[in-house]
């Protein structure tokens, strides 16, 4: 079973800062475009940012500036360096990827839109 797990959320206060990660399984070969997306109480999911397999990166209007998304392919892992957080960044963050490849028994599989389980973060006084 294929999985990204996210860490790193937690309760702050306004202008503080966290850093998600999103770690994949040690079993996946390559992972293609990621991206985070958040989802607030009674809110639809929102785009927050995403990066390709060569570091190319796209932000949300509402965290250009002070979001920062890096990824390091050789941990196939993800991050999320939130500065300047307000009260409206309070969310679950989730990670997502679009396509992985990994070894099942040996095969080579490729699995699609794959989501981690999410991270709680709160920004509040």
């Known amino acids: 079973q294929v999985q990204l797990v996210e860490s790193g959320g937690g309760l702050v206060q306004p202008g503080e800062s966290l850093r998600l990660s999103c770690a994949a399984a040690?079993?996946?070969?390559?992972?293609?475009?990621m991206g985070w997306y958040r989802q607030a109480p009674g809110a639809k999911r929102e785009f927050v940012a995403s990066?390709?397999?060569?570091?190319?990166?796209n932000y949300g209007r509402s965290v250009k500036g002070r979001f920062t998304i890096s990824r390091d392919n050789a941990k196939n892992t993800m991050y999320l360096q939130m500065n300047s957080l307000k009260p409206e960044d309070t969310a679950v963050y989730y990670c997502?990827?679009?396509?992985?490849?990994?070894?099942?028994?040996?095969?080579?599989?490729?699995?699609?839109?794959?989501w981690g389980r999410g991270t709680q973060v709160i920004v509040s006084s």
């Open positions: 997502n990827t679009d396509r992985l490849r990994y070894y099942s028994r040996s095969k080579l599989m490729s699995a699609y839109d794959i």
């Open positions: 990066i390709t397999s060569d570091n190319s990166t």
């Open positions: 040690s079993s996946i070969v390559s992972i293609n475009l």
